[in-house]
């Protein structure tokens, strides 16, 4: 079956994978918030100082689950104002 084809592909997460998410004003500085892939909740990191854009670009992973990555590559796809 064409099924089993594939679950023999061994599946690999890539060390630092993108993730995309949201810049919010924070009371200090940008909050880069997601929703995570790997064990559904949200995670959130800071993301600079509110005078300039939010800086995104990689982070030490905040994810519990045995699954995520040591890390990744955060990617602000909206800034919320
Ligand atoms: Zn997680």
Redesign the pocket.
């Known amino acids: 079956m064409a099924d089993n084809k594939i679950a023999d592909v061994p599946t690999e997460i890539p060390k630092h994978p993108r993730v995309f998410c949201v810049a919010t004003r924070g009371r200090e500085c940008w909050l880069l918030r997601f929703k995570?892939v790997?064990?559904g909740?949200f995670?959130q990191h800071g993301g600079g100082p509110l005078e300039g854009d939010p800086d995104a670009g990689h982070r030490v992973s905040h994810?519990l689950?045995p699954r995520?990555p040591a890390g990744y590559d955060l990617v602000v796809a909206r800034v919320l104002p």
């Open positions: 995570c790997w064990c909740r995670h994810c689950d995520a």
